[in-house]
C-alpha cells in the first residue's frame, strides 16, 4: 500500500507543473493497461486548477484512455496465449506484479462476459472496477472490438466529463463530495444507466 500511496502523490504533483495535460494523457493512456493509479486524481486537480479548461481535460482523459484501451486489448489478444494454450510469461507479469490482477479474476472475467458482453466493459470503465483487466481480458478472450471501443468511449467519456462538470459547476466543495463517496455515485449512475436501457428495451 505505501507503493500505492507513493505513486498516487507522484501523480498529484504533476497538476503544479507545466507538464500536468500531458502527464493527463500519459497517465489516463497507462491505466487502461497497466498503471494502477486512476486519472481521475490528476484529473480534478487541474480542473480545479483551470475551471474554464474543465471540458478539454475530460476529452483529454477519454481520448488517452479508449486509446490504452485498445493497448490493453492487443496486450490480450496478441501477448496473453502460448500456441498451446497456456499464459506466456507477460500474463504471469501481470498477475504478480499489477495490484488486483489475479488468474482467478481473469476467469470471473470470461464468465462475466457471457452474462453481460458490453455491460462488463461499460461498468468497469466506469466504476473503480480495474478497467486493465477488463481491457486485457477483452482482447484474451476475442470480445468483438467494435463493441469494445463503443462501450470504452461511452463510459470513459461519462467517468471523465462527470466528474468535470461536477468540478466546473460547484469546485472545492464538490471534489469533497466526491472524493469521500466517488465508488457509491460511480455504482448508482451505472445501475440507473442500465436500469434506464433495460426499461426502454422493455417499453420496445
Known sequence: MK???K???WVLHWAVTPYGVIALFLLAFAESSFFPIPPDALLIALVLGFRQKAFKFALYCTI???LGALLGYAIGHYLWWTPSNSFTGIAHFFFTNVPGFTETLFYEVEDLYHQYDFWIVFTAGFTPIPYKVITISSGAFNVDLLMFIIASIISRGARFYVVSLLLWKFGEKIKLFIDKYFNWLSLAFTVLLIGGFVLIKLLI
Open 64 to 66: 488517452a484512455s479508449v
Open 3 to 5: 507503493i500505492i500511496r
Open 7 to 9: 505513486l498516487y502523490d
